[in-house]
């Protein structure tokens, strides 16, 4: 091959003589001189990437070490009547927390968002909503809950899963854990509390969601606790972008099921690979001309089903309100001689049916700490276990699964404090809006499984959070 020399206008030349020398090599040559020739760039490129994010992680942990978490115990009054609209609303608020995070902030400072976790616990059967929060935004967090709760009471407690083993196997518990996920797109909503009110008569009666949750967290008994996290972080309006492009998919007739997602593209793009590759042969064999490409006609809206159009719509109210990357997970945890997940797990994954929607979403089990493999089953077990309880316990929301999105109307579906219709037992509610006591005055409280903590102070003024000793403590549920 003859050495091929381009000139430029601007008086240098090019000789391509090294390129048609590499490029005359036999192919297996080729490949070996194209790769160390590029191969070392791709190498670098990735280097740099694994790097990056593993000085992203190292700052954000180191940074993240330095906080200081609070779990809040709220408890609101028995009759208080207020609809999941007002949680709404506190899901709302607490959108405030998002900031944005410049790159030299993230790679320098560890910056990152910060969570909240909204929880439900039954400790042997006594039911306590709580909330977690970094101690910067706790003022945010009970500014929410008061602007709509203004008699609820909200008490710093002890952390709860200190009252059981931090690692398994253990000698006196057993634990199964569930993490959760959507069945489909983060655009396609689950069904949400306006389409549990109906009509009887000329009342309009709201079915709580709620009463079906509860429920199973009312089933633990002495010796058991099942417990719920809902992690949530702000998000911004990437989901909303991707939401309308899948309305503009829906409409031109490009997502043959509403459930598409990468996944399941990539799959079925492969799995079509064969059959194109068979088409092309028999075609080669009978010397036919290529087929002509069919440009289809984008779709229009009136063209759709009325299941089409109401899917639409749903993705349309959905990306209309805030959104929030979620995680949820579910933890069953009892002495050996009593434990039994099916108690509880089995009712609230049932209950969690309820938000189902067969054309739009579901809430789904993603993953469970039992595993099922054919070797190694019981080392996978333990470390799927310790790998669960870990995640649990410091609220990690980049553990396991993806995040995905809820908007504020379908957490406030999922966690809301039940109507006083809703009588589950030994679910802890407040009285009537209790003043500021004055200092050093002993108070009692009901008696629950959590601790509050209380202030302490020493002789030098300062004042340390510390559980006031047993027997005065004092007791939450």
């Known amino acids: 091959m003859e050495p091929i020399t381009l000139s430029s206008t601007f008086g240098f030349s090019i000789n391509w003589e090294f390129?048609?020398?590499?490029?005359?090599?036999?192919?297996?040559?080729?490949?070996?001189?194209?790769?160390?020739?590029?191969?070392?760039?791709?190498?670098?490129?990735?280097?740099?990437?694994?790097?990056?994010?593993?000085?992203?992680?190292?700052?954000?942990?180191?940074?993240?070490?330095?906080?200081?978490?609070?779990?809040?115990?709220?408890?609101?009054?028995?009759?208080?009547?207020?609809?999941?609209?007002?949680?709404?609303?506190?899901?709302?608020?607490?959108?405030?927390?998002?900031?944005?995070?410049?790159?030299?902030?993230?790679?320098?400072?560890?910056?990152?968002?910060?969570?909240?976790?909204?929880?439900i616990v039954s400790i042997e059967g006594y039911i306590q909503f709580l909330i977690r929060t970094e101690a910067d935004y706790r003022d945010l967090a009970e500014a929410a809950v008061y602007a709509q709760y203004p008699e609820a009471e909200i008490t710093e407690v002890e952390d709860y899963v200190d009252m059981i083993p931090g690692a398994y196997p253990s000698e006196t518990?057993?634990?199964?854990?569930?993490?959760?996920?959507?069945?489909?797109?983060?655009?396609?909503?689950?069904?949400?509390?306006?389409?549990?009110?109906?009509?009887?008569?000329?009342?309009?009666?709201?079915?709580?969601?709620?009463?079906?949750?509860?429920?199973?967290?009312?089933?633990?008994?002495?010796?058991?606790?099942?417990?719920?996290?809902?992690?949530?972080?702000?998000?911004?309006?990437?989901?909303k972008i991707k939401g309308i492009e899948l309305i503009k998919n829906i409409i031109a007739g490009h997502v043959g099921h509403h459930g598409s997602t990468f996944v399941k593209d990539t799959v079925a793009m492969v799995g079509n690979i064969p059959?194109?590759?068979?088409?092309?042969?028999?075609?080669?064999?009978?010397?036919a001309e290529p087929e002509e490409a069919v440009h289809e006609e984008h779709g229009k809206l009136s063209d759709l089903t009325p299941g089409g159009k109401g899917t639409i719509e749903a993705i349309e109210e959905k990306i209309a309100k805030?959104?929030?990357?979620?995680?949820?997970?579910?933890?069953?945890?009892?002495?050996?001689?009593?434990?039994?997940?099916?108690?509880?797990?089995?009712?609230?994954?049932?209950?969690?049916?309820?938000?189902?929607?067969q054309s739009s979403n579901a809430i789904v089990p993603r993953a469970i700490t039992h595993t099922h493999f054919l070797f190694f089953n019981h080392a996978r077990e333990i470390l799927a276990q310790n790998k669960f309880f870990k995640a649990f316990a410091k609220r990690k929301i980049k553990v396991g699964g993806s995040p995905y999105i809820l908007n504020i109307e379908e957490l406030a579906t999922i966690w809301h404090f039940p109507l006083p219709f809703v009588k589950t037992p030994l679910i802890q509610k407040a009285g009537a809006k209790r003043g500021e006591p004055p200092m050093n005055l002993p108070i009692e409280a009901d008696a629950g499984p959590l601790r509050a903590k209380v202030k302490a102070v020493d002789t030098s003024g300062a004042s340390t959070d510390v559980p006031e000793p047993e027997p005065e403590e004092l007791m939450y549920g």
């Open 19 to 119: 390129w048609s020398w590499i490029l005359s090599q036999p192919t297996a040559d080729l490949i070996k001189y194209l790769f160390a020739i590029i191969g070392w760039v791709i190498l670098a490129l990735i280097s740099v990437t694994l790097g990056s994010q593993l000085l992203a992680n190292y700052r954000a942990k180191k940074a993240g070490d330095s906080w200081q978490h609070v779990l809040l115990a709220v408890d609101v009054p028995s009759l208080f009547i207020q609809s999941p609209k007002a949680v709404e609303q506190i899901f709302a608020h607490l959108s405030g927390a998002k900031v944005s995070v410049r790159l030299a902030e993230k790679y320098w400072i560890g910056k990152r968002q910060k969570s909240f976790s909204f929880e």
């Open 322 to 357: 805030l959104g929030f990357k979620t995680k949820m997970r579910a933890l069953y945890v009892a002495k050996n001689e009593v434990f039994n997940p099916g108690r509880c797990v089995d009712g609230f994954i049932g209950a969690l049916n309820q938000f189902h929607i």
């Open 275 to 287: 059959m194109a590759l068979a088409k092309e042969f028999f075609r080669y064999l009978n010397n």
């Open 173 to 239: 518990h057993h634990m199964f854990g569930v993490e959760f996920q959507l069945a489909e797109a983060d655009a396609y909503p689950i069904r949400t509390y306006p389409s549990f009110e109906y009509k009887i008569s000329k009342d309009d009666v709201f079915s709580d969601p709620m009463a079906a949750i509860l429920e199973n967290f009312s089933r633990v008994g002495h010796g058991e606790h099942f417990w719920l996290q809902i992690i949530i972080e702000p998000a911004g309006n990437d989901w």
